[in-house]
């Protein structure tokens, strides 16, 4: 079964980067791409973008231009979504999750708290 | 970017009631429209994607409907796991995007 495990969380510093992996088991790993959403306390979910696993090739959401960036690991099959210049408002759950039927996140990991405080 | 707007905020309602959810689109998505539901401390789950599918595993209470920039999902009979927050995504254009979620709550 697809199954998309994250990795712990995570206290950071405000000015810090954190770096949360996303390992998938259960298909093949570079026939679909992976997405990050995050989800501040109490708050809905925001897309933060995309990366194919079969080429690396990415699409980030305009706001997090220049402060994402997401990579793959094709030998574990593992995906890596980094996130720099951590601000308290990064405060959030950050989930990884798998399309189906195009753009639509059919598998999700456990997600990870990311926690920004000085 | 493409705002889906949700409503009500909230929903207050018995089991075996019937609840009807509202998302609306800022400009036309077709039907390229999915409606996830999420409870305290876990992630969103796939319900309903292209508006009217039923992902695998979903009973059959939940339907969607709508098409262009109004859509609805309905539950014919809350039972009581059915009380959690749902949210409305669409993917006909990037960036994907999410409405502010309904949260249906037992009354």
């Known amino acids: 079964q697809v199954q998309l495990v994250q990795s712990g969380a995570e206290v950071k510093k405000p000015g810090a980067s954190v770096k949360v992996s996303c390992k998938a088991s259960g298909y093949s790993f570079t026939s679909y791409g992976i997405s990050w959403v995050r989800q501040a306390p109490g708050q809905g979910l925001e897309w933060m973008g995309w990366i194919s696993a079969y080429n690396g090739n990415t699409d980030y959401a305009q706001k997090l231009q220049g402060r994402v960036t997401m990579t793959t690991d094709t030998s574990t099959g593992t995906v890596y979504m980094e996130l720099r210049s951590l601000r308290s408002d990064d405060t959030a759950v950050y989930y990884c999750?798998?399309?189906?039927?195009?753009?639509?996140?059919?598998?999700w990991g456990q997600g990870t708290l990311v926690t920004v405080s000085s | 970017e493409i705002v889906l707007t949700q409503s009500p905020a909230t929903l207050s309602l018995s089991p075996g009631e019937r609840a009807t959810l509202s998302c609306r689109a800022s400009q036309s998505v077709s039907s390229y429209l999915a409606w996830y539901q999420q409870k305290p401390g876990q992630a969103p789950r796939l319900l309903i994607y292209?508006?009217?599918s039923r992902a695998p595993g979903i009973p059959a209470r939940f339907s969607g409907s709508g098409s262009g920039t109004d859509f609805t999902l309905t539950i014919s009979s809350l039972e009581p796991e059915d009380f959690a927050v749902y949210y409305c995504?669409?993917?006909?254009?990037?960036?994907?995007?999410f409405g502010g979620g309904t949260k249906v709550e037992i009354k």
């Open positions: 999750a798998r399309g189906v039927s195009g753009w639509y996140l059919g598998y």
């Open positions: 995504q669409q993917r006909i254009n990037w960036p994907l995007t």
């Open positions: 292209d508006a009217s």
